[in-house]
């Protein structure tokens, strides 16, 4: 891994050296290439301004000479040269302002405007003028011009300028170090802002690098990591958006894995629970079926003892009961889990049905001398009349058993709507029995749980009955609480929805 990041980091010095690198020659490859070009035009204009002076210089001296030769006396161009040469070399050189040598049409030094004869060796110069042309000798910064003169078609001779290149030299080297200079200025001008715009591109890239890593390590975008109008923007709105695409994508796999956790956690309860059941109901199942065998073992051994014989068939009758409410209670918690689909739910009036279960237990509240009232009041709930039923006579029955002799036990309805809009029924079922501790409020809801051990077992108690009416509750989208509990009384309350719902499908 950091072999790769290396080899990255190695990749990205190279490459902005290369390009910084690459500016630069382009840049000096431009600059010489005009310095090269622009001084190649000056001393070309140079030699072209030289020759045009050289050659008008030569044609007013050849006007000279030939209005001498015309004027003279008629002697041959050789003679006219022998004669008068010197004097025309030094009156060429005072109207030109230059050095003027004269030669006789056979290449012979006829005169000269300098102190003395130049010794410089022009004889094959003079072979180009006798035939016509011009001719030019270079000697250092100096340049000698060669031209013939006629007089006519007739050959007179050659005239000589010495021409000084010592100026020209002079502008050409200052045009030529001023490149240089502005060259070097530019050069160096140019590769510092080549370095800085490049190093300003990979900064940017930098940062769409550590944008990738960020995203890589879970860190998503909340802005593009660089605002551009052109490809390198692009990329970054590309990065951003692609960020967006994989939170909302890693978010939806994180639900799911949180739903998947949440479903194991309750399966893993709920096989916690099974055990725990099984293990409950087997040990409750136990101690009635003791005391029915110790008491047939009794009949069987004191079978003429009349007094002992009706005490344990009421004894054995008693236990055989709880035994019955046990398994029952039992098989209806366990079948609920299973069968969820078996819950009815209806439309219907509340008040017969709870005027139904109140006399279902008016009997039993009479031989414990409970009193029994009721506040009832027409209304709709939505509810299976079954589950409903077993629900108000569980916590009847329960108000009556853990009450105080001559207490009383009241039933009331009435409807409550929420914050939501939704309208809910209420069942009351307030008793002045012994009450329940505070801490254990919320424990009398588990099965198998009871408060007391013997007075549970005293009036039948299985630790079933709460936990069932609860369950058959939920299932019906409704709760039910111990909302009140003390010395003086307990009051339970059952909430229910007073208007249909649409039962969804359970996933499987
Ligand atoms: P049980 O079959 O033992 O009555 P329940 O699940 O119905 O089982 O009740 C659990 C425990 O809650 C009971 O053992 C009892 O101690 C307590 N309990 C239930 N109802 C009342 C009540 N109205 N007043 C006081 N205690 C109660």
């Known amino acids: 891994m950091n072999r790769v990041a290396g080899s990255r980091q190695k990749l990205k010095i190279g490459l902005k050296g290369k390009i910084t690198v690459f500016l630069a020659l382009l840049l000096a490859f431009v600059v010489v290439l005009l310095s090269m070009l622009v001084l190649a035009g000056i001393r070309e204009d140079q030699q072209r301004r030289m020759e045009q002076s050289f050659s008008q210089l030569a044609s007013s001296a050849n006007l000279r000479v030939r209005e001498e030769y015309l004027t003279g006396e008629r002697v041959s161009p050789d003679e006219f040269m022998e004669h008068n040469g010197q004097s025309l070399a030094v009156d060429l050189g005072g109207q030109s302002g230059m050095a003027v040598t004269l030669y006789s049409a056979d290449g012979v030094f006829a005169g000269t405007s300098l102190p003395v004869q130049p010794l410089t060796d022009v004889k094959e110069a003079l072979a180009h003028t006798s035939k016509g042309q011009e001719a030019y000798i270079t000697l250092g910064n100096q340049v000698l011009y060669l031209a013939p003169l006629y007089n006519a ?14 100026e020209q030299e002079m502008f050409y080297r ?86 998947l956790l949440t479903a194991i956690k309750r399966l893993q309860e709920l096989e916690q629970q099974q055990k725990q059941f099984i293990g409950n109901i087997s040990h409750e199942l136990k101690t009635p079926l003791t005391s029915i065998l110790a008491y047939s073992d009794l009949l069987g051994m004191y079978s003429d003892d009349p007094v002992l014989l009706q ?30 689909f ?24 009479e031989k414990q001398r409970i009193s029994l009232s009721a506040n009832l009041k027409e209304d709709l709930v939505w ?68 408060v007391s051990d013997d007075r549970s077992r005293e009036t039948g108690g299985t630790g079933l009955g709460l936990a069932l009416v609860r369950s058959l509750a939920e299932k019906q989208h409704g709760t039910v609480n111990l909302v009140e509990s003390g010395p003086k009384g307990s009051t339970f309350v059952i909430s229910l929805p007073g208007e249909p719902i649409a039962i969804e499908p359970q996933e499987e």
């Open 311 to 340: 005490n344990a068939r009421t004894q054995i009758s008693k236990e055989a009961e709880r035994l019955y409410a046990l398994i029952e209670k039992a098989l209806q918690l366990s079948s609920m889990d299973i069968y969820d």
């Open 153 to 166: 078609d007739q050959f007179l001779g050659s005239v000589q300028f010495h021409g000084s290149l010592q």
């Open 174 to 259: 200052h045009i030529r170090s001023l490149f240089i200079g502005t060259g070097a200025a530019v050069l160096a001008v140019g590769l510092l802002l080549g370095y800085l715009y490049v190093w300003r591109q990979s900064f940017i890239l930098g940062k769409l690098n550590q944008a990738a890593k960020d995203i890589g390590e879970g860190r998503y975008l909340d802005k593009p990591p660089v605002r551009r109008r052109d490809e390198i923007g692009e990329l970054a709105e590309g990065i951003y958006d692609m960020s967006g695409s994989i939170s909302s994508y890693v978010d939806e796999l994180n639900e799911e894995k949180q739903k």
């Open 383 to 450: 509810a299976d009349p079954d589950n409903l039923m077993h629900m108000v006579t569980n916590l009847l029955s329960n108000a009556i058993k853990y009450n105080r002799p001559g207490g009383w036990v009241r039933l009331s309805n009435r409807s409550e709507t929420e914050a939501t809009g939704e309208r809910r029924v209420i069942i009351e079922v307030a008793d002045s029995g012994i009450g329940v501790p505070e801490e254990l409020r919320n424990r009398i809801f588990d099965p198998f749980f009871t």
């Open 342 to 365: 078996e819950t009815h739910a209806a439309h219907f009036q509340v008040k017969p049905l709870l005027e139904e279960g109140l006399s279902r237990l008016r009997i039993k509240a």
